[in-house]
């Protein structure tokens, strides 16, 4: 795969806290996305990036906001956690959109809880 | 707005029998579309894509997928099936704005006996 770690790979937090959570990886891909997964639900976009400083709204953006100051390093945070966040989030990369044909690279997901 | 259906919540099949998953896409003309299976806490794996061409696609661990364009399905198929291919499974296709962004079905939680 594309050496994508996620971290925290667990967190526990109140409702009201700020939240960031980290993808990392080692494959210089220029595409990153953040996804969330609720059963029922798939998974839906929530941020993506198409480079450095580069990043635009997916699906399901409300109370998510994004940073990407280096190519390896796409950052998820919520500046307020709510109960509605407890998800599990997930990271993805695509080495360039003219390889959309190709598939995008998961790392192995934050399961974050809010209380 | 693009969409991607699977009807079945969850799957069940004796192990040794064949095994479908079904998945309908929305996008027209001619769509990029994947099939990726996620295991207990770990992150999705890719399976096989359709990206033009034969309408049957084979990919890892034995699995294939059929595209009709007519039907707008891309089902997935194992011919026997394996307790180790119980796992959840995603189809997504490649949303037409050409940002590599993926719509993904809600997935289908296959559960293979024994």
């Known amino acids: 795969d594309a050496g994508i770690t996620q971290s925290p790979r667990h967190k526990v937090t109140e409702t009201g806290t700020p939240v960031t959570l980290r993808c990392h990886q080692t494959?210089?891909?220029?595409?990153m996305y953040w996804y969330r997964q609720d059963p029922g639900h798939g998974l839906r976009l929530i941020h993506y990036s198409y480079g450095v400083k580069d990043t635009d709204k997916g699906e399901v953006s409300d109370g998510y906001s994004v940073s990407r100051s280096k190519t390896e390093d796409f950052l998820l945070t919520l500046e307020s956690a709510t109960s509605s966040q407890t998800s599990v989030y997930f990271c993805?990369?695509?080495?360039?959109?003219?390889?959309?044909?190709?598939?995008?690279?998961f790392g192995d997901g934050t399961r974050l809880s809010i209380l | 707005a693009q969409s991607v259906a699977q009807p079945e919540d969850q799957v069940n099949v004796a192990e040794g029998n064949p095994l479908t998953v079904k998945c309908t896409y929305s996008?027209?003309?001619?769509?990029?579309l994947f099939w990726y299976v996620q295991y207990p806490n770990r992150g999705l794996q890719f399976l096989l894509k359709y990206i033009t061409g034969d309408n049957l696609v084979k990919g890892s661990y034995g699995f294939e997928a059929e595209f009709n364009k007519s039907q707008t399905s891309f089902h997935l198929k194992k011919p026997s099936a394996l307790v180790s291919d119980s796992a959840l499974y995603f189809c997504a296709e490649v949303t037409t704005d050409s940002w590599g962004k993926l719509q993904f079905g809600a997935g289908t939680q296959v559960v293979v006996t024994p």
């Open positions: 996008v027209s003309g001619n769509p990029y």
């Open positions: 993805a990369t695509l080495r360039d959109r003219g390889n959309s044909n190709q598939p995008q690279h």
């Open positions: 494959e210089n891909h220029r595409y």
